[in-house]
């Protein structure tokens, strides 16, 4: 079955940085695209980037130039590096696989921003 692992959270500074991993099994990873989403306490799930198979990167406007997805197909891995963190992107964080039909949630990390 679908199975995504998502670490790497934890508290950090303004202005830090950390990288997030999602480690994923049960699938053909390499064939679908991967997305990251986070929500904050009190606020809709968001979406924050997405890679495609073919390594095409998508990101919201609040967290270009900033974050930066990547996917290792041989690791069957997804990553966000997140640099320049602030204090607004404090949530939890997921991955999520769409295979066409369902979707799958890893159970989350937790990003804290704060001084």
């Known amino acids: 079955q679908v199975q995504l692992v998502e670490s790497g959270g934890g508290l950090v500074q303004p202005g830090g940085s950390l990288r997030l991993s999602c480690a994923a099994s049960?699938?053909?990873?390499?064939?679908?695209?991967m997305s990251w989403y986070r929500q904050a306490p009190g606020k809709q799930r968001e979406l924050v980037a997405s890679?495609?198979?073919?390594?095409?990167?998508n990101y919201i406007d609040s967290v270009k130039g900033r974050f930066t997805i990547s996917r290792d197909n041989a690791k069957k891995t997804v990553y966000l590096q997140m640099n320049s963190l602030k204090p607004e992107d404090t949530a939890v964080y997921y991955c999520?696989?769409?295979?066409?039909?369902?979707?799958?949630w890893g159970q989350g990390t937790q990003v804290t921003v704060s001084s």
């Open positions: 890679a495609t198979s073919g390594g095409t990167t």
């Open positions: 049960g699938f053909t990873f390499s064939t679908y695209s």
């Open positions: 999520l696989l769409n295979d066409g039909r369902d979707n799958y």
